[in-house]
């Protein structure tokens, strides 16, 4: 079975930088999935996308996030992590690990979740 563990998120002034990573245990490696990706889910609000990779390697980034996150993957490490720079007070949320697989219909998975907290 698939299940992803999120680290590094936590408290940041604005301007301020973190690295998200996810751990991702499953029988496979990270390219026998459809796709990795990043969501987040602020108080009172929808979850919305981040950034994911799409095979062969397509990126999609939200327009909010855009030239200030960057999401790569770790094959070897199994990762998928998420450098934030330029952080703002609105990408406080919770964000969660998700990956889908190949096929149809495809499974997603998600992981439990890690605070992000920009403030002064």
């Known amino acids: 079975q698939v299940q992803l563990a999120e680290s590094g998120g936590g408290l940041v002034q604005p301007g301020g930088s973190l690295r998200l990573s996810c751990e991702v245990s499953?029988?496979?490696?990270?390219?026998?999935?459809?796709?990795v990706g990043w969501y987040r889910q602020a108080p009172g609000k929808q979850r919305e996308l981040v950034a994911t990779?799409?095979?062969?390697?397509?990126?999609d980034y939200a327009d909010s996030v855009q030239g200030r996150f960057s999401i790569s993957r770790d094959y070897g490490k199994k990762m998928i992590l998420l450098q934030m720079n330029n952080l703002k007070p609105e990408d406080t949320a919770v964000y969660y690990c998700?990956?889908?697989?190949?096929?149809?219909?495809?499974?997603?998975?998600w992981g439990q979740g890690t605070q992000v907290t920009v403030s002064s």
């Open positions: 998700n990956v889908a697989s190949l096929g149809e219909p495809r499974d997603e998975y």
């Open positions: 499953s029988p496979g490696t990270l390219a026998s999935f459809y796709s």
């Open positions: 990779i799409r095979n062969p390697g397509y990126i």
